[in-house]
């Protein structure tokens, strides 16, 4: 009894457009890729594959649409030390286990080799008490799906939900003074900033959670603008179990910026790197009385 929570990021804007993927071990990549490619609101008219990691067209390890697989000579790799493996014919759990795949690795997905639409594919989850054979389904979604045959050009960014955007909050960094203020407002339980800055005005926020009584968020300061990382929706939580959802959602966003820091930098930032900015995270919980969460 093993399944497999992805969580699938739009390469482009990761923080815009995901979904999140339950599927059985047993079922086939290509059943997992359909699922993917229906979700992101593509087609099934070109190629693609999976890989390792984000390393797309540099991964050593493919797993093919079955008809190019079984179209190449014997079956053979298109280039030196590359292996590949048809996806109709591997399962989830085959390719989990192939990869040596740990909780928040990642795999990549390319589908279009002329326009090239990338996903990766984070492991937030082994689900030990879901059906071996359940077929992939989309548990959590974030974003609209993509237009596969516009135009290109600028995409809007997704606006802030109505209870955000009633805060008028700026487009720049926040002072602290006022986010603690935000917690006076009877429809706030918690705001709790997770990256100050020092400045010359007085110290400011650039990420912080805020908990309204029924759902709460997750925010990011970015040149555009404030965006929403993680929504966490009530689901009859209590105060505290949607407070424990929304620290476990910065502490997951943490580790994800640690990965993608390293990708674009080609320096590695490890546990520690994470640990350090789960600090004012802790220190904010210790604050409030939470500090066991």
Same mark, same amino acid.
């Given at each position: 009894?093993? #399944?497999?929570?992805?969580?699938?990021?739009? /390469?482009?804007?990761? %923080?815009?457009?995901?979904?999140?993927?339950?599927? =059985?071990? !047993?079922?086939?990549?290509?059943?997992?890729?359909? %699922?993917?490619?229906?979700?992101?609101?593509?087609?099934?008219?070109?190629?693609?594959?999976?890989?390792?990691?984000?390393?797309?067209?540099?991964?050593?390890?493919?797993?093919?649409?079955?008809?190019?697989?079984?179209?190449?000579?014997?079956?053979?790799?298109?280039?030196?030390?590359?292996?590949?493996?048809?996806?109709?014919? %591997?399962?989830?759990?085959?390719?989990?286990?192939? +990869?040596?795949?740990?909780?928040?690795?990642?795999?990549?997905?390319?589908?279009?080799?002329?326009?090239?639409?990338?996903?990766?594919?984070? +492991?937030?989850?082994?689900?030990?008490?879901?059906?071996?054979?359940?077929?992939?389904?989309?548990?959590?979604?974030?974003?609209?799906?993509?237009?596969?045959?516009?135009?290109?050009?600028?995409?809007?960014? &997704? &606006?802030?939900?109505?209870?955000?955007?009633?805060?008028?909050?700026?487009?720049? @960094?926040?002072?602290?003074? !006022?986010?603690? #203020?935000?917690?006076?407002? !009877?429809?706030?339980?918690?705001?709790?900033?997770?990256?100050?800055?020092?400045? =010359?005005?007085?110290?400011?926020?650039?990420?912080?959670?805020?908990?309204? /009584?029924?759902? =709460?968020?997750?925010?990011?300061?970015?040149?555009?603008?404030?965006?929403?990382?993680?929504?966490? /929706? /009530?689901?009859?939580?209590?105060?505290?179990?949607?407070?424990?959802?929304? @620290?476990? @959602? @910065?502490?997951?966003?943490?580790?994800?910026? #640690?990965?993608?820091?390293?990708?674009?930098? =080609?320096?590695?930032?490890?546990?520690?790197?994470?640990?350090?900015?789960?600090?004012?995270?802790?220190?904010?919980?210790?604050?409030?009385?939470?500090?066991?969460?």
């Amino acid at each position: 009894m093993t #399944a497999y929570r992805f969580r699938v990021k739009f /390469d482009t804007d990761p %923080t815009s457009l995901w979904r999140d993927i339950v599927v =059985g071990s !047993d079922r086939t990549l290509d059943e997992f890729q359909a %699922t993917i490619n229906a979700a992101m609101g593509l087609d099934q008219d070109h190629l693609w594959f999976f890989g390792v990691d984000e390393d797309y067209w540099d991964s050593d390890v493919k797993y093919q649409r079955p008809e190019e697989h079984e179209g190449l000579p014997s079956s053979q790799p298109m280039r030196f030390g590359e292996e590949t493996y048809n996806a109709g014919e %591997t399962t989830v759990g085959a390719m989990v286990e192939q +990869l040596g795949l740990d909780q928040y690795d990642r795999i990549c997905y390319l589908f279009d080799y002329g326009d090239e639409w990338r996903f990766y594919a984070i +492991l937030k989850e082994v689900l030990d008490d879901e059906p071996d054979d359940k077929d992939p389904d989309v548990v959590k979604e974030k974003g609209e799906q993509v237009d596969q045959y516009a135009p290109t050009g600028a995409e809007e960014e &997704p &606006p802030l939900p109505d209870r955000l955007r009633e805060l008028d909050l700026p487009d720049t @960094a926040i002072p602290i003074a !006022d986010l603690r #203020a935000l917690e006076h407002r !009877d429809d706030i339980e918690h705001v709790i900033v997770l990256l100050s800055i020092e400045t =010359g005005f007085g110290a400011v926020s650039e990420r912080f959670v805020i908990q309204f /009584d029924d759902v =709460g968020y997750l925010l990011e300061n970015f040149p555009h603008g404030w965006e929403v990382i993680e929504e966490v /929706d /009530d689901g009859d939580k209590t105060e505290e179990e949607l407070l424990t959802a929304l @620290a476990d @959602a @910065a502490r997951e966003w943490h580790t994800e910026i #640690a990965d993608m820091a390293s990708a674009t930098s =080609g320096q590695y930032f490890d546990e520690q790197t994470v640990e350090a900015m789960n600090i004012e995270l802790n220190q904010e919980l210790e604050r409030k009385g939470y500090g066991h969460l």
